[in-house]
């Protein structure tokens, strides 16, 4: 059976023969004719990897004779993308993809000029026809001279480096990959004072995750865990760092990127708390950061990642929605009011949700423009029911951050507020803004009966990253 071609009819005449052991009693005759079709289990799915290398000699499409090249590639109704390469005629990809191979004849690999305004160039076409490829077959690379489209008048020379190959992917589990950034080390110094203030973007495929920033650091830890989903096992994890900077750009201080196929595969675990001990499917090592910082000279450090594979059962049923834990980084304020004598202030801030106990930071003594670089915990509920007083579901909630100027006898003096809908924080996974402070919203009601305003100013930096308990 296994010699029988995937999602092709055979239709054959057979003649019918007597049993084994059974030759002296059976008298046969004839031949039936049997139809038989060899089709993937519905748990599997075909996935043809795609590695895009590089390109050479392509069309300079832009002033200055070069181009921005990008390709995309198509199976069926399969589509991606690849990044941009700036001002170069040999770009350099080096990534990789993975494709429905169940439909579709031809793997068409288009290679564009990237404009700002307008529409891309269309610098050349590669085309593999689906039919060469056969499942569990060694991985082919191959220079394809790129061509032009049918029936347009394309210009286009040079030529491409792919590799491809079939593989089926067992769909009966979720596949998972988790990706801790532990720390840094050696990072370059991109401030005056010999610092840096690093926060890491790591990418798989199509998703991105953000760390926290850490504040005056070379050497930062940052512990912060991300999950993706590793359905294909085809793709490079991407890890950037660079130095956060309140006005400007964001200074650049390093890229590594690690491929999911160097992970040792997982063993599949049923039970979560099993999985979140265990070593199985686990990788963890140093990585060298590689580029060139904004003046051109090469960047230094290192990264910890901790990155593991494991598989989990796919239930008929909806799984019951988990707790989640947001990561509140309270990182520093700007031009608060001043509340004591000689013109400053000893600020904190509180941090509120509904039906639950307010947390505190720590006090900055006599100034008004403080920085606490402080990380709170919160656990925000799955289930609406487990919200103490009764109203809508979490995500429908505001976060209330108050800042006070902390006195030792006497009421605490208010500052201001910031609300923050945790729906933002929801959609995207993180959130790293400043937030004006307010006056107190219930307050507004009694200021327009008895008069009497909060006097405040200035405005909070805050950093907050979502995940699974």
């Given amino acids: 059976v296994e010699t029988l071609p995937l999602d092709q009819t055979i239709e ?26 060899r089709r993937l289990k519905k748990t599997s799915k075909r996935v043809l990897k795609l590695g895009v290398r590089e390109a050479q000699g392509l069309v300079a499409a832009d002033k200055g004779g070069t181009s921005d090249p990008f390709i995309v590639a198509e199976l069926g109704d ?10 170069t005629l040999d770009p350099k990809w080096m990534e990789v993809f993975a494709l429905d191979a169940s439909e579709g004849s031809h793997i068409f690999v288009d290679v564009f000029d990237y404009d700002l305004l307008g529409a891309n160039d269309f610098l050349g076409r590669a085309s593999i026809p689906v039919e060469c490829l056969q499942d569990g077959a060694a991985s082919v690379e ?72 850490v ?20 793709g490079f994890i991407s890890v950037e760092v660079f130095d956060w900077d309140f006005l400007g750009s964001n200074d650049f201080l390093g890229r590594l990127s690690l491929d999911v ?27 060298p950061l590689e580029g060139v910082d904004g003046e051109g000279v090469p960047v230094t450090g290192e990264v910890r990642l901790r ?60 100034t008004l423009n403080p920085v606490w670089d402080e990380v709170l915990s919160l656990r925000i509920p799955a289930d609406p029911e487990q919200d103490q007083d009764g109203g809508g579901g979490s995500e ?8 006070f100027d902390h006195d030792l006898v006497g009421a605490n003096d208010f500052l201001g507020q910031a609300l923050v809908p945790l729906r933002a924080v929801m959609q995207t996974g993180s959130l790293d803004d400043w937030f004006p402070l307010q006056p107190r919203a219930e307050k507004k009601l009694t200021q327009k009966l008895f008069g009497g305003e909060d006097k405040v100013s200035g405005r909070i930096h805050l950093q907050l990253a979502l995940s699974e308990l």
């Fill in 261 to 287: 196929q160097d992970i040792p595969e997982p063993s599949s675990l049923e039970d979560t708390e099993v999985e979140a001990d265990s070593e199985a499917g686990l990788v963890d090592k140093w990585v």
């Fill in 78 to 87: 399969s589509k991606c993308k690849s990044k941009v390469i700036k001002g």
């Fill in 307 to 366: 990155v593991r594979k494991f598989t989990k059962p796919l239930s008929d049923e909806t799984p019951l929605p988990r707790d989640k834990v947001l990561s509140v980084g309270i990182v520093e304020a700007k031009e608060l009011q001043a509340a004591d004598w000689g013109g400053t202030s000893d600020p904190f801030v509180t941090l509120s949700f509904p039906g639950q106990k307010s947390i505190k930071s720590k006090v900055i003594s006599k």
């Fill in 12 to 37: 054959e005449w057979y003649d019918l023969e007597v049993r084994e052991g059974q030759e002296d009693h059976d008298e046969v005759s004839g031949r039936i004719r049997l139809s038989v079709c």
């Fill in 142 to 213: 191959e220079w394809c001279i790129l061509e032009g489209r049918v029936g347009m008048e394309d210009v286009v020379s040079g030529r491409i480096l792919l590799t491809y190959e079939v593989c089926v992917r067992d769909v009966s589990v979720r596949h998972v990959l988790e990706v801790s950034l532990v720390e840094a080390r050696g990072l370059t110094a991109a401030d005056s004072g010999g610092t840096s203030d690093p926060f890491a973007v790591v990418s798989f495929n199509a998703k991105r995750c953000k760390t926290r920033t």
């Fill in 396 to 403: 429908a909630r505001f976060l209330a951050f108050d800042v």
């Fill in 215 to 234: 504040k005056k650091s070379v050497a930062p830890k940052w512990g912060q865990t991300f999950t993706f989903d590793n359905t294909d096992n085809v």
